[in-house]
């Protein structure tokens, strides 16, 4: 039986699979590979939907087969995923880094002013957040759903200190509340204001509303 000979892989596609598989000074490639991938399919599925993307059109975004993507991800879900872990990224190390002190207004507008930074970095995510809610909400992992709870249940404790005034609480509570609505629920709403301009804005109403 004649044998059919492999398809040659470009270098592109041999970065992605070194990536994995060498040990030593390469492993720092894979997260910069893992983030392209990432970034190629935040795109894709903005413009075009996650129902209407394929994996083939993500590696040929990349230059590579779609079998090389297994390497990092397992599905379309398993990218989805990812992307929308990146959410978890703004102010979740600030968060939990919080210890058993009271928190005072200062740092919570400290803690707030870094959320603000690392969401406006991140507006496209939740453009393509708006754009594929079905399917976000189809998704549920292990590790995802543990993060979040650890999340909430941090934020949640921090608004429960009785140590902390009634009044102060309810102010960083509703400082929270600015954040997620101006740059998450909002949509589209603010999409012709640059990221300085909102950023400016949602500080300003942050600061009256803590200081009030």
Known sequence: MTQTAPNPINPEEQSLIEAVT?????????????????????????????????????????????????YHFTSKDDILLALHMRLHEAGRDALMQMGDEP?????????????????????????????????????????????????????????????????????MAASVGIVFSGLLLSGEAFADSSNEELGTMLRDIIRDVLRG
């Open 22 to 70: 060498e040990p030593g000074p390469v492993v720092d490639i894979e997260p910069t590979t893992r983030e392209r991938i990432l970034d190629v399919a935040l795109d894709l599925f903005t413009e075009q939907g996650f129902d209407g993307t394929s994996l083939r059109q993500i590696a040929e975004q990349l230059g590579v087969t779609k079998a090389a993507l297994y």
């Open 103 to 171: 928190v005072t207004l200062e740092q919570w507008g400290t803690l707030l002013d870094q959320v603000v930074d690392q969401m406006l970095g991140q507006r496209k995510l939740f453009l393509m957040h708006e754009r594929n809610q079905a399917a976000l909400e189809k998704l549920h992992r292990k590790d995802h759903d543990a993060e979040h709870e650890d999340i909430q249940n941090q934020f949640r404790r921090v608004l429960a200190d009785a140590r902390v005034p009634l009044r102060d609480r309810v102010k």
